[in-house]
């Protein structure tokens, strides 16, 4: 079943006021659908369908508990999505969206994801090998320049490591995430922060 971004829209607001710290995951998510729609369209890709992934890719902060595990937001999102009977390409965006180069350890955090003898660290270490598509680099990319508003990478980078901290793999993941920012330039034939001109009131 597809999805469209109005849809996408109304199941992430009505989580508002629910949960303590929903309304940052929320406002997050809509900056990045968004902020990915403007580089759909400079592509002349799929506005819509890139929102609707960007609207979602973090539903599963709804659930979010300590307890529940490795990658609780990316294995709950996917889950949800799908017990909604929406297609696998959304569900899949909750999972593939943390991970760049189709790498379990290319994350920005360290949580519980050392933990290899839970169920979810193979199966996302197998979902992510799967090809991601324009579609999803896309949101990788807004991820990581989006807060509630849209930032250089390199700012979104110091929220990152001041918020988490730095880790055995944080200058793989920076680095990584500076040739999928180049990866859209050298598509676009410019930079990528021409799109956005408010980032410069955003430093």
């Known amino acids: 079943m597809k999805l469209t971004s109005k849809e996408a829209l109304k199941l992430i607001e009505k989580e508002q006021g629910k949960k303590?710290?929903?309304?940052?995951w929320i406002n997050h998510s809509i900056c990045v659908g968004n902020a990915a729609?403007?580089?759909?369209?400079?592509l002349n890709l799929d506005e819509d369908f890139v929102k609707t992934l960007g609207y979602i890719h973090d539903i599963g902060k709804k659930f979010e508990y300590k307890?529940?595990?490795?990658f609780p937001h990316a294995i709950k999102g996917y889950e949800?999505?799908?017990?909604l009977g929406y297609d696998e390409v959304y569900a899949g965006i909750c999972i593939k969206h943390s991970f760049l180069n189709n790498?379990?350890?290319?994350?920005?955090?360290?949580?519980?994801e050392t933990?290899?003898?839970n169920p979810n660290y193979e199966f996302v270490k197998e979902y992510i090998k799967k090809e991601y598509s324009v579609y999803e680099k896309i949101i990788n990319l807004c991820d990581l320049m989006c807060t509630t508003k849209v930032l250089?990478?390199?700012k979104r980078m110091m929220d990152l490591l001041l918020r988490h901290g730095v880790f055995a793999k944080t200058h793989y993941h920076i680095e990584e995430t500076m040739k999928l920012k180049k990866y859209f330039d050298n598509l676009l034939g410019y930079n990528l922060y021409d799109l956005f001109p408010e980032i410069?009131?955003?430093l």
Do not use: P
Request: one cysteine or more.
């Open 20 to 24: 303590q710290g929903n309304e940052r």
């Open 37 to 42: 729609s403007v580089i759909a369209k400079a």
């Open 67 to 70: 307890e529940d595990g490795v």
């Open 80 to 83: 949800y999505i799908k017990s």
């Open 103 to 112: 790498d379990i350890d290319c994350i920005s955090n360290d949580r519980d």
């Open 115 to 117: 933990d290899k003898q």
């Open 152 to 154: 250089t990478v390199d």
């Open 200 to 202: 410069k009131n955003n």
